[in-house]
């Protein structure tokens, strides 16, 4: 139980009305959209750096543990509290273009659509796109190391994190500002892909770049899994923007012809890519098409979720070039193994695979998503963008991040349980 005595000081720092406890609201924020399920002993929404700071000091003053939440949009139980206190972070969203620069600051609530949106009115865009795009938060997807599409050419968010604003777990605020595209240490780039272990991320500078004029989006059709390396390999010489893939089952969901379907994004005129892809027999996406398609893509997971009980286990897996075609034709060895129904998706220009698991019930989701995940560590895949948090096993390094998170929080207040500490 959190003191009495610490919410009536918090209540102090933010107001009441930004203060839930003793309410079946807190219930909302003891899970995130993975199958993993906390409690919530109360909730605070800051405005403000300043509020983060006083709530860390109280919460050291009164051994209260803390979890940083954005979107709750997470599928590794990042965000799940283990009776701890959650800081919602949706209220402090300010967006800032810089356009000169081509830098954007943002506050951790921000939504990434809205940073999108406002970019695009100075011509600019910020490449990492995950599918939550309408619903994480930029501190969320920080904290995660997120990427979504576009990871081969570009990078996950790590690559465009240029600076940051941060609370330490004892309440101290630093802040690590940039307005170049390059930014010397590491020490802003510790708290990337932390999941909020080591502090509260409150703003982030992103460097961004100019929106290409162009953009095609080309469909190929793979009558045969068997060529699927053969034409990937064929399509990654033209180092493209993206190159999304849905399974025929995923592919149908969506409205479109029951095909295995790779869809690779072109920004700016590139013959070369044209030519390329016009011999692999790619179909071009333009206007309004080529907005439907991507839009369905945002909300594929939503779509899935229609056909049954869905459950965010088990389908985030980071491949083996190598083993792409094997990888695939497991899970559906797994799917006639169970009574559960897979639809696999993903980037394939990182080949990270999101296999979406569809069941009656939820225990058979979480037994499918088990299997799943042991044959993903025999083959030596591990997460791709959704974050480690409850599902530790995937972590390479794990002394190193205790050393430093012992460094930085020592009597273990942020997110405690995360990554097995």
């Given at each position: ?63 209260v543990s803390v979890v940083p ?60 796109e995950p599918g939550s795009l ?288």
């Amino acid at each position: 139980m959190v003191p009495e005595k610490f919410i009536r000081k918090v209540m102090d720092v933010v107001g009441t009305d930004d203060v839930i406890h003793s309410s079946r609201v807190t219930e909302v924020y003891s899970t995130d959209a993975s199958p993993f399920y906390g409690r919530t002993a109360a909730v605070i929404r800051p405005e403000n750096e300043n509020e983060v700071s006083e709530i860390l000091k109280l919460a050291n003053e009164f051994s209260v543990s803390v979890v940083p939440r954005g979107g709750g949009s997470g599928t590794s139980g990042g965000a799940v509290p283990k009776d701890a206190v959650v800081i919602d972070m949706k209220k402090m969203d300010r967006i800032e273009v810089f356009p000169d620069d081509m830098i954007v600051f943002v506050e951790a609530g921000a939504i990434l659509h809205d940073i999108k949106n406002a970019l695009s009115r100075y011509g600019l865009f910020l490449p990492p796109e995950p599918g939550s795009l309408k619903i994480a938060t930029a501190g969320g997807f920080v904290a995660n190391n997120g990427s979504g599409k576009r990871g081969l050419k570009y990078g996950g968010i790590r690559n465009f994190v240029v600076g940051m604003n941060v609370v330490l777990p004892d309440g101290k605020a630093v802040r690590m500002p940039s307005r170049t595209h390059r930014s010397p240490g590491i020490a802003h780039q510790i708290f990337t892909g932390s999941e909020g272990t080591l502090g509260v991320i409150t703003g982030i500078y992103f460097r961004v770049i100019p929106l290409p004029e162009e953009k095609r989006t080309y469909l190929i059709h793979l009558k045969k899994r068997d060529n699927l390396n053969r034409i990937l390999r064929e399509v990654l010489k033209t180092t493209p923007d993206a190159v999304e893939y849905m399974d025929s089952r995923t592919s149908s969901a969506i409205g479109f012809e029951p095909f295995d379907l790779l869809a690779v994004e072109i920004l700016g005129k590139d013959r070369c890519a044209e030519k390329i892809m016009e011999r692999l027999g790619g179909h071009v996406l333009e206007g309004r098409d080529e907005e439907d398609f991507w839009e369905s893509r945002e909300t594929l997971g939503a779509e899935i979720a229609k056909k049954g009980t869905r459950v965010y286990a088990g389908e985030d897996f980071a491949v083996p070039f190598s083993r792409l075609n094997e990888f695939i034709g497991q899970i559906y060895r797994i799917e006639r193994e169970t009574d559960s129904e897979i639809f696999i998706y993903g980037h394939l220009d990182t080949c990270n695979l999101h296999p979406a698991i569809v069941s009656k019930s939820f225990e058979d989701a979480m037994e499918t998503a088990r299997r799943i995940s042991r044959m993903a560590l025999d083959m030596g895949a591990t997460i791709g963008e959704h974050g480690l948090a409850l599902r530790w096993e995937f972590a390479r390094g794990l002394e190193i991040f205790r050393r430093v998170k012992y460094c930085l929080d020592r009597r273990n207040i942020l997110n405690p349980g995360k990554f097995g500490v």
